[in-house]
């Protein structure tokens, strides 16, 4: 009896840790994060039955939310949503867990969010839904696109980041993002802390006409690095480490504030 | 000759005001704004053909983009894009003005934006794609939903602000979230620069079932100022006065980031 209560009492001290991304729940990255996650707790997955990459935070309003258990990841709990990232974020606490998880991690992403990518990321607002619920929460993203890469030094990079996180050896009652070069594991140099780097995507519509012969516009973009700094995460990815940069959701101008007189 | 000269200089010096929303290009806010707006310059609207409400920062990448040009607002010229409010901007940039405008204003919206609805808000990410951009850019929410709404004491806030942006009485090269509370004139007492309330919203979702029996999930929430502050755009709204919020979007946690050993 003894022995029976102690066991339960080991499996209850696990965390519960709820993983999510945006490339949807059959993208390999979320794969590799789970194989990650689940050596340090009950793991739950809640992610987007579809791919939503770049759809920002995101939530569905005007609609009904579909949401279906799905049997991808062996033992471990997982659930395809209809919705957005934030939506999986939000439908998790409600009404899978109806609690707050001890810890949100969403990714691996297939691109890098370094930067100015984090406004625009699914996996990075997904995991910033996390910490405005007050969940230590981590976005993970990995700089090759390819649905074939690579993710052992993603996976490394990972595991090291949630190891310091659950051990405290970084602060946990916070908000990262978190991105991995596309180097090999020999020349990785190891994890920086790291600012948000001032850059922008500038923007170039292909324009083209449908097989009826109306127009219509496709967004790519190029790039923009506007900072010359050596403490950014473009930086640090550019020259063999993985970046990880502390996030806060208070958009407040603060220098501008104290400069307006109305 | 002299005279038609100085005429044409008179009309090129007349700033090109961009305007968009995330309420659809048909909302009554839109039309409130562009109303204010053709005071100062050479309106320009590019607006979602749909309603877009908490699409936060989403961009399209996935699917091809429509535009088409349409006569609803007399001499100002116009269009509404297939895209996410942010998507309208970067069109409006590449595709419509083939520049920057010199000014970018977003709404009037149909519901308070103040606090951490800037995270969710269309209208406040088109604004925020704006001042990436490098456009000084204002975001204008107004407390009451209803499409019936009164906008007069709105219109009279985004002609202080605007006026006050132009005219450099605050910072010129900068983003604004401005919200306008739903008050009788007689009772508002001004606008009130301010920092963004910590708040969230607190999920719950309605379960139900379809018509065919099938489970469906809803999206509501309950909003909730964490925030005892005198100084924030909640409290400001509370008290008889129009929050204007500077915001940016260097999302770091400096204070975090030194303290963190890696």
């Known amino acids: 009896m003894s022995k029976i209560a102690k066991n339960s009492k080991q499996i209850d001290d696990k965390p519960t840790i709820l993983i999510t991304n945006d490339d949807g729940i059959t993208a390999p990255g979320i ?10 707790g009950r793991v739950v997955v809640v992610a987007p039955d579809a791919p939503q990459s770049a759809m920002g935070h995101a939530i569905t309003i005007g609609k009904p939310l579909r949401l279906n258990h799905v049997n991808l990841f062996g033992d471990v709990e997982a659930y395809q949503c209809s919705g957005t990232p934030v939506d999986c974020v939000k439908i998790a606490v409600d009404k899978v867990l109806h609690k707050k998880p001890d810890f949100c991690f969403s990714g691996i992403n297939h691109g890098s969010n370094a930067s100015i990518n984090i406004i ?23 700089e090759d696109y390819s649905f074939d890469a690579d993710f052992s030094l993603a996976q490394q990079v990972a595991n090291d980041v949630i190891h310091k996180m659950i051990s405290k050896q970084i602060p946990q009652k916070a908000l990262y993002n978190v991105n ?31 097989p009826t012969g109306k127009k219509y516009f ?30 806060q959701y208070d958009l407040t101008n603060y220098d501008l504030l104290s400069n307006i007189k109305i």
Not at 31 to 40: C, E, N, P, T, W
Request: glycine content about 8%; aromatic content about 12%.
């Open 31 to 40: 794969a590799a994060l789970i194989a990650v996650a689940k050596q340090y």
């Open 120 to 142: 625009y990321s699914g996996t990075m607002s997904a995991a910033m839904e996390g910490a405005i619920e007050g969940i230590p929460s981590i976005g993970f993203s990995y």
């Open 180 to 210: 991995i070069p596309k180097i090999s594991i020999k020349k990785y140099k190891g994890i920086k802390a790291c600012r948000q780097a001032n850059a922008k995507w500038n923007e170039n519509f292909v324009e083209r006409l449908d």
């Open 218 to 247: 496709w967004l790519t973009g190029e790039f923009q690095n506007r900072d010359k700094g050596n403490d950014t995460d473009v930086w640090a990815l550019t020259h063999g480490y993985a970046s990880l940069v502390p996030i």
